[in-house]
């Protein structure tokens, strides 16, 4: 039989609350059991071994039991990000080839819009009292299922997360063989996780980093407290009431607590490890941070589909300022320059990784093949490495945005622009936000003797983008920049909007 982590912890902790959510928890004991439950229910909806299952939902109880029950089942579970709309879910749904997809209660109108566009024999379920006609019901699925199963998967399972790729086009980063259970233990002991923690999941769960850290504390049989969704001053009153020891966020999110901190300060006493990625996190934040909350910031730089790579230690946050850290244990990283040699210290060159846990893109050989160097992967960034060994990110090889730890791909918002009849030509780039690091301008030039406002071209990509890929700001420029083949000079754009922010992306 499999060595099953949930089942371990059910056996030593029956009792201990596994997953607290608002004023309901459950404990080791019940998670197992419903684990077992959610493991038949998917093997009866003809999932077999390897199989896809997609799931849209805040942070939930019933998303962990889920994600534990097909864990368990040998299932793979694809976390939808529940900002997208109509295409955007069905183009997931059918690129992952899913056998089953699942909502939660506020997501089902969303995931059913989607559904005429969904290919395939796709079974629907919806966790949520109102069920649409030909959907299953996840609660009567669940009662009527038993509590023994037979664990085929075990460690942390195989994993499929969508990130946004060099097409711009979301790419499903699969890792059919998962995380090795020492890659897994590596990871916590660089962290210092242990039993005892109490860890805070604030970020949306469809993000890797939120996950695994989700999914470390419960390899180690800690509790873990959801927030559904982020909001600053519940986050510092869960810490407060529950005595919170990790958590894990984007740097927007962090800034977001220390501003709500200073306004009116909790006791966060407990927390022992804030643990930042997704982005760069501005030096200014870190000092109001540790202000704040004392030295508990740890940061790292990884990717969907290479793990964690680097690691900052707390001690090393204002002694090296703009620093990912240092390599961890195990990991090949080459700062590779532009004729294949690997750049010296202080030299910028391209960060590529190879490491035993790498993903590749699902049904995607050719995109898997362009990011593959050698057996060493890169995701696009640019870095160089000090005398100390200590890493810098200082560039992107690409043009993708990150606005608060999330991947925007200038192509698919400037394609809608370009739908727009007023529309000649666009660009969209990032911009600096003290908020979100950065936001989504849109440059557009406008066909001769033709209108449009601001407001008229953000109420056109409201309707036909997710929230978060929406421009923030429009300028409107007579023409935009372009070389004699034509090709777009975004760094001239973003250069000179970046200028004045003092710092370069």
């Given at each position: 039989m499999a060595v099953d982590f949930l089942r371990s912890h059910a056996e030593s902790q029956p009792d201990k609350p596994a997953v607290i959510c608002g004023e309901e928890a459950i404990?080791?004991?019940a998670l197992n059991r419903r684990a077992s439950r959610v493991a038949n229910v998917f093997t009866s909806l003809g999932c077999r071994e390897g199989d896809r299952v997609a799931w849209m939902s805040f942070n939930s109880i019933a998303g962990a039991e889920i994600a534990n029950g097909l864990r368990r089942a040998g299932l793979v579970i694809v976390p939808v990000n529940y900002r997208l709309r109509g295409a955007e879910i069905a183009y997931v749904l059918n690129d992952s080839r899913a056998r089953v997809a699942a909502a939660g209660p506020d997501h089902v109108e969303a995931m059913l819009a989607a559904t005429p566009d969904v290919g395939g024999d796709v079974r629907f379920v919806a966790a949520a009292e109102k069920v649409p006609s030909g959907w299953l019901s996840y609660a009567?699925?669940?009662h009527a299922a038993s509590e023994d199963f037979e664990t085929v998967g075990e460690g942390l399972g195989a994993s499929m997360i969508y990130t946004s790729g060099t097409t711009g086009n979301p790419k499903g980063a699969w890792r059919p063989h998962g995380v090795d259970i020492a890659n897994v233990l590596q990871i916590i002991s660089i962290f210092e996780l242990a039993q005892s923690d109490v860890h805070l999941v604030c970020g949306p769960g469809y993000h890797s980093g939120v996950a695994f850290f989700s999914a470390?504390?419960?390899v180690l049989g800690a509790s873990v407290v959801l927030q559904p969704k982020f909001e600053a001053v519940e986050a510092l009153d869960l810490i407060e009431r529950h005595r919170v020891t990790t958590t894990f966020m984007a740097p927007t999110l962090l800034q977001r607590l220390v501003d709500a901190q200073d306004r009116r300060p909790r006791d966060t006493s407990s927390l022992r490890a804030l643990i930042l990625g997704a982005a760069p996190c501005p030096f200014a934040l870190k000092e109001r941070a540790q202000a704040a909350f004392g030295q508990v910031l740890w940061?790292?730089?990884g990717a969907t589909e290479t793990g964690v790579n680097t690691v900052l230690r707390p001690e090393d946050q204002l002694r090296k300022p703009g620093s990912c850290g240092t390599a961890v244990p195990g990991q090949?990283?080459?700062?590779?320059l532009e004729d294949g040699s690997e750049a010296a210290p202080g030299q910028p060159g391209e960060l590529m990784v190879r490491n035993s846990w790498q993903a590749e893109y699902f049904n995607r050989p050719d995109a898997t093949r362009g990011s593959l160097r050698d057996g060493f992967f890169s995701v696009g960034d640019i870095a160089y490495r000090d005398e100390e060994g200590y890493y810098f990110i200082c560039d992107?090889?690409?043009d993708m945005i990150i606005s608060g730890g999330v991947n925007i791909y200038p192509a698919e918002v400037e394609a809608v622009l370009h739908a727009h009849p007023a529309v000649m030509d666009a660009a969209v780039i990032g911009v600096p936000d003290e908020e979100w690091g950065e936001s989504v301008r849109a440059i557009v030039q406008l066909r001769p003797a033709m209108t449009a406002t601001a407001d008229e071209l953000a109420a056109f990509c409201a309707s036909r983008l997710a929230g978060y890929k929406k421009p923030r700001s429009?300028?409107?420029?007579?023409?935009?920049?372009r070389d004699a083949a034509g090709k777009l000079l975004k760094r001239q754009l973003r250069d000179m909007r970046w200028r004045s922010a003092g710092r370069a992306i």
């Open positions: 404990d080791f004991g009567s699925l669940m470390l504390h419960q940061e790292f730089y090949e990283i080459r700062l590779v992107r090889r690409v429009y300028e409107f420029v007579d023409e935009l920049p």
